[in-house]
C-alpha cells in the first residue's frame, strides 16, 4: 500500500514515495552457536575432491559445489526436500543466505540436477566424514543408532517367524523336485551330468551350464507375457532356476537360526541386509 502523507522529506527516496534500502550485513543476526554455523564449518573442513570429480567444469558465476552441499545438507536438516522448497528458503530465509555468502539464488533445477548427478553418486561418502567430524568434535556419541524413520508394523502371529523345522522339511521336499528336474532334463535334451545315480550341486550346476549353452547354441530368445508360448527348454531354465534360488533362501535360514528352532522374520532380514 501507497503512503501519501509523507511527513519529512530529508531521504531518498527509489520510486514513487518508497525508502531506499541498502543492503545490510546478515551475519550478525545468526547466533553465534547457530547450528548452521556448525554445518558451514565442517563442510568447509572436509575434502570433497569426490563431489568435484563429479563436474566436468564449475563456472565461476555459478555457486560453488561446495555451498550447494551445505545448502543442500541444511534443508535436509530443515526437513525441506522439495528443490523448488529450497529455492523459496534461500529468498527468504537469512540462514540460506548465509550459507549462499552473498551468491545469487540458483533455481530449482540446479537443486535438482546437484542432488541427482552430483551428490547422489558420493552422498554415502561424504555423510560419513560428515558422521566422523561430529564425533570427533563430540557432538555425537556414538553410543545410539538411528534409522530413517520407516515404520515397521509389529505383530506377534505366527507368520512373522520362521521355524527351523518347516523349513528343513521344505528344504527336503524341493531337493526331490531338483533331482526329478535334473532326470527330466537329461532325457529332453540328452544331457548326461548325474554319475552313480547321486545328484549333487555340482551336477546341478553342471546342468545349468549345459542348457545355457544348448540356448545358445540353438540362438533360443526367452519370451515374457500373455500370449507369448515359452520353449519347453525356458521353462526348464526357469523352474531350475528358481529351485536354485529357494534352496539358497532355505540354506540362509538355516544358517541365521544356528542352534535355535525359531528366529523372527526381522532379524533374517537384518542378516540379509548385513
Request: glycine share 2%; aromatic share 10%.
Amino acid at each position: 500500500m501507497l503512503k501519501e502523507n509523507i511527513s519529512q522529506k530529508n531521504y531518498t527516496i527509489n520510486q514513487k514515495f518508497y525508502q531506499l534500502k541498502l543492503p545490510i550485513n546478515i551475519d550478525y543476526m545468526i547466533p553465534v552457536n547457530d547450528s548452521v554455523r556448525l554445518l558451514s564449518q565442517f563442510v568447509e573442513e572436509m575434502d570433497l575432491k569426490d563431489l568435484y570429480m563429479t563436474y566436468s567444469r564449475v563456472k565461476e558465476n555459478q555457486v560453488s559445489p561446495r555451498n550447494l552441499l551445505k545448502i543442500m545438507i541444511y534443508a535436509y536438516m530443515n526437513r525441506i526436500y522439495s528443490s523448488r522448497d529450497i529455492e523459496t528458503a534461500c529468498r527468504r530465509d537469512i540462514n540460506f543466505m548465509f550459507l549462499l555468502e552473498d551468491g545469487s539464488v540458483p533455481d530449482h533445477s540446479t537443486f535438482a540436477r546437484f542432488r541427482s548427478l552430483h551428490f547422489a553418486p558420493c552422498a554415502e561418502k561424504i555423510l560419513a566424514k560428515a558422521t566422523n567430524f561430529l564425533y570427533d568434535i563430540g557432538e555425537i556419541s556414538g553410543e545410539s543408532i538411528f534409522i530413517d524413520g520407516t515404520k515397521i508394523e509389529a505383530s506377534s502371529n505366527k507368520y512373522t517367524f520362521v521355524w527351523k523345522r518347516a523349513v528343513t522339511k521344505n528344504m527336503a521336499k524341493l531337493l526331490v523336485k531338483i533331482t526329478d528336474l535334473v532326470k527330466e532334463c537329461e532325457d529332453l535334451y540328452d544331457i548326461k551330468v548325474i554319475y552313480k545315480d547321486t545328484v549333487k550341486i555340482k551336477h546341478v550346476k553342471k546342468l545349468r551350464k549345459k542348457l545355457y549353452a544348448l540356448k545358445k547354441s540353438e540362438n533360443i530368445d526367452f519370451v515374457y507375457g500373455c500370449g507369448k508360448r515359452k520353449t519347453p527348454l525356458q521353462r526348464s531354465i526357469e523352474k531350475l532356476e528358481e529351485y536354485l534360488s529357494k534352496s539358497k533362501e532355505y540354506i540362509h535360514k538355516v544358517y541365521t537360526c544356528g542352534e535355535r528352532n525359531i528366529i523372527q522374520k526381522l532379524i533374517l532380514m537384518l542378516h540379509l541386509c548385513a
